[in-house]
């Protein structure tokens, strides 16, 4: 069984700083497509940060310069980096990965294959 599990949200003042983990089980996805979402209350699941194979990193324009996200293939895991964190980027975070190495939509939910439970990143202003 394939689950991916987050790890390393919590409370922030605005300005801080947070590191989000996301470690796979049940399957390797070294080569695979993944992503981060964030979801705020009310609104809709949308893209932050992806790795999508020879394409590369792409990052929503909200987070661009101040998110990084990265791969750790021989832990099976990936992270988001969220530095410069303001109280808009307070929302529940995902992890995603694909059984695909390079999505087209790769900004799209529906691409993605395997999700996270979820972990929450609060910022306070």
């Known amino acids: 069984q394939v689950q991916l599990v987050e790890s390393g949200g919590g409370l922030v003042q605005a300005g801080g700083s947070l590191r989000l983990s996301c470690a796979a089980s049940?399957?390797?996805?070294?080569?695979?497509?993944v992503a981060w979402f964030r979801q705020a209350p009310g609104k809709e699941r949308e893209f932050v940060a992806g790795?999508?194979?020879?394409?590369?990193?792409r990052y929503a324009d909200s987070v661009k310069g101040r998110f990084t996200i990265s791969r750790d293939n021989a832990k099976n895991s990936m992270y988001l980096q969220m530095n410069s964190l303001n109280a808009e980027d307070t929302a529940v975070y995902f992890c995603?990965?694909?059984?695909?190495?390079?999505?087209?939509?790769?900004?799209?939910?529906?691409?993605?294959?395997?999700w996270g439970q979820g972990t929450q990143v609060t910022v306070s202003s």
């Open positions: 790795i999508n194979g020879s394409a590369g990193v």
């Open positions: 049940g399957r390797t996805f070294s080569g695979n497509a």
């Open positions: 995603a990965a694909a059984v695909w190495g390079y999505l087209r939509d790769y900004d799209r939910r529906y691409g993605y294959d395997y």
